[in-house]
């Protein structure tokens, strides 16, 4: 397998603007994760999906982000409008189960909101 | 929710050396994971370990689920270990802080 793909690899955009980041999961993966890493808050759970359900948002840090998985292969991540606060790497993982299964992460999208 | 606490924060060490990573955790967990954060900001997975010893190569990796702890074992360091080792406990998606390690030729 592939191993989870997210796109782009880098984000350079300017305050205002919708950003829109994608994620394809490893196939046969139930749950798919969305993480966001900045130097001060370090890796925190946005939100998680089950067979492409959404789960738990409670990590999302306000309205302006949203997620979706249309099939369980693709996801994304959409922030609008995007402000230089939301500059950071946005990984997206995925497991086969929860709980007791390991996550498998992608490559991440660096994110630069000017 | 769950609180992760790794030591040392910050690591340096010579090429060869042997090092000792440990993640400290305030509840119960059913999975346990170390990652290693590559300098490219990669993460890579190095052991799902809920209990019990694995090993893989030159680094290994204890979890004593009961009193709530789990280790990284790195012996013979080489320069391309330095970078960021994470500890996760999955049942709650909770992520220590890291150990920065550095090893230097």
């Known amino acids: 397998d592939a191993g989870v793909i997210q796109s782009p690899r880098h984000e350079v955009t300017e305050m205002g603007q919708e950003v829109t980041l994608r994620c394809k999961p490893i196939?046969?993966?139930?749950?798919l994760f969305w993480y966001r890493q900045t130097m001060m808050r370090g890796l925190e759970l946005l939100i998680y999906?089950?067979?492409?359900?959404?789960?738990?948002d409670s990590g999302m840090p306000e309205d302006r982000f949203s997620a979706k998985m249309p099939n369980a292969s693709f996801s994304t991540l959409k922030i609008q409008p995007s402000e230089p606060r939301d500059s950071a790497v946005y990984f997206c993982?995925?497991?086969?189960?929860?709980?007791?299964?390991?996550?498998?992460f992608g490559p991440g999208t660096r994110l630069t909101v000017l | 929710g769950i609180q992760v606490e790794q030591s040392p924060p910050d690591l340096i060490l010579q090429e060869g050396a042997n090092s000792t990573l440990r993640c400290n955790f305030s509840d119960s967990v059913n999975n346990l994971q170390w990652f290693h954060q590559n300098p490219w900001g990669q993460l890579i997975n190095l052991f799902y370990i809920p209990s019990g010893t694995k090993q893989n190569g030159r680094l290994s990796a204890t979890t004593v689920a009961t009193e709530r702890y789990s280790l990284l074992y790195i012996s013979s360091s080489q320069t391309t270990d330095s970078g960021v080792y994470f500890c996760?406990?999955?049942?709650?998606?909770?992520f220590g802080a890291g150990t920065r390690l550095t090893v230097k030729p």
């Open positions: 993982a995925s497991s086969r189960g929860i709980g007791a299964a390991e996550q498998f």
């Open positions: 999906f089950n067979n492409n359900v959404p789960i738990d």
């Open positions: 996760a406990v999955a049942n709650d998606m909770r």
């Open positions: 196939s046969g993966h139930d749950y």
